[in-house]
């Protein structure tokens, strides 16, 4: 009988603390079927979670305007574990992105990899 509730326990212990692999599919907001590249100037950079975000100038050729574009990335702290961190990118610095658009249009993708001036990369 111990061992059986000793078993019980300990297999509703491992259901309970297996960490999530993510908390959404990223077909869910995003196209995998579009993909973009940009090369702009970074002009804000958000820390936050569930994701990092890396807003990027890019001059739109057809209209000549420049459009934000909101590149999320993963978490601060997952960023942090790869070496990733609030001194890898700078406002001003300019940087190439490559990832898929949002489904709805908007100017957002989310980064497969991203490569600044510095020299530091980024590849999901």
């Known amino acids: ?5 000793l078993l019980t326990a300990l297999l509703l212990a491992a259901i ?3 960490p999530a692999a993510g908390h959404h599919s990223i077909t869910a907001e995003f196209d995998i079927e579009k993909q973009v590249t940009l090369s702009g100037v970074v002009s804000n950079v958000d820390w936050m979670n569930p994701h990092t975000y890396l807003f990027v100038d890019v001059k739109d050729p057809s209209l000549g305007k420049i459009r934000t574009w909101a590149c999320e990335l993963a978490s601060p702290s997952e960023l942090a574990h790869r070496g990733f ?3 890898s990118v700078k406002i001003g610095m300019m940087v190439r992105v490559m990832g898929t658009r949002a489904k709805d ?3 957002k993708i989310h980064t497969d990899t991203l490569a600044a001036e510095n020299g530091v990369s980024l590849t999901r």
């Open 1 to 5: 009988m111990k061992s059986h509730a």
């Open 16 to 18: 309970f603390t297996v």
């Open 105 to 107: 249009g908007s100017f």
């Open 85 to 87: 961190t609030r001194a």
